[in-house]
């Protein structure tokens, strides 16, 4: 991609200030997208990355055309603190054009524009899904960034939708919804099997954190189903444990069909795409999500895809995967198992209309929209 600086601000570069600061060790879902951001933001603007103290070398390697500042400090609180409060009076704020908070917060009192992401609303219309400190803080941080951020970002028309309903911001506001690296993410069946997944055998696939708005305690009651139908497919659980999960770990340990069920933990880069490739369907039963990445990336992958109607991801989907209603386990069973039937053609038509619809979402489109919505905050 070009570089855009020059066109922007009458040949002046722009600097662009990136937070990532919150993105973990093991990414997943938003942390994702802020490194795909951060990947290829330096190839259109002079960038740079303010991270965790120590975490510099990670980010480097991701990203090594971006200068790399590692002031955040590691503990959380602390941590959402300094972002809030203090980073506003440091360099890396003074010495930008644009701060961009890709995780709903930004800096009070920053003396230029600032550009923040908002994921989803769920903080407001469904607190009981998050921990209540993050509830209540993120209830906050984006009751702020809808009054004082120059333009906001939203990852989808459905989070776009909800936040104009809740707070009428009269800011503009973008719709960048997230890509596809489909270098990675594209049918995988003659690709070696890897070592850090179990033997191979037919699976259906969950890929998420587990934690209580993703569905898993709807996708266990709608397995002992299927278990029943099919003798041999198996349930294998891809992701990290989030929070309140005890309920779910005490559903899955009298499950009569534990034995079939495998937990994966985080499954690497190199192996995720090959796992999706290779399943019988992915299952997303989240009930709610502002994007649903392992859907989109799964269509990718030439997956048959069941996932829950009337969410995001029935948005992101466009008429290419199977629908449940939210919550209902039998009509997810039954979809499943639909999914599980399909004659050889019919996977093939829907493996094709899925890989043609993820096509329609690239990193770089969501790139030049951050641009749009920089050239806005402007």
Known sequence: ??????????????????????????????????IEIARRLPSALDTTLVTQRGDRTRWTNW?????????????????????????SRRAEAR???????????????????AVVTIHDMTFFSHPQWHESTKAVFFRQAIRYASHHAAALICVSETTARDLREKFNPTMPIVVAPHGVDHERFRPRLDDEWPQDLP????????????????????????????????????????????????????????HPAASRIRRLGFVSDAALPI????????????????FGLPVLEALACGAPVVTSAGTV??????????????????????????????????????QEAGIARAREFTWERSLALHLEAYRLAL
């Open 1 to 34: 991609m070009d570089r855009v600086c020059g066109t922007t601000c009458g040949g002046v570069e722009l600097r662009v200030t990136l937070d990532v600061s919150a993105v973990p060790a093991q990414p997943a879902g938003a942390g994702r997208y802020v």
């Open 63 to 87: 990203s090594p055309r971006a200068d790399v500042v590692d002031s955040v400090p590691t503990n959380r609180v602390t941590r959402l603190g300094f972002e809030a409060w203090w980073v």
């Open 95 to 113: 010495r930008t054009d644009i701060w961009h908070g890709p995780h709903y917060t930004m800096p009070h009192h920053l003396s230029h524009p």
């Open 199 to 254: 033997s191979y055998r037919p699976y259906i696939l969950f890929v998420g954190t587990v934690e209580p708005r993703k569905g898993l305690d709807v996708l266990l009651d709608a397995f002992r189903h299927i278990a029943v139908a099919d003798s041999e497919v198996e349930l294998w659980i891809a992701g990290q444990a989030g929070w309140k999960t005890s309920k779910w770990e005490s559903q899955l340990a009298s």
């Open 275 to 290: 796992a999706m490739s290779r399943a019988s369907c992915v299952v997303y039963p989240s009930r709610g999500e502002g």
């Open 313 to 350: 991801m029935e948005e992101v989907a466009g008429g290419t995967a199977r629908l449940a209603p939210v919550g209902d386990a039998d009509a997810l069973a039954h979809h499943i198992e639909l999914a599980l039937a399909e004659s050889s053609g019919v996977r093939r038509d829907r």
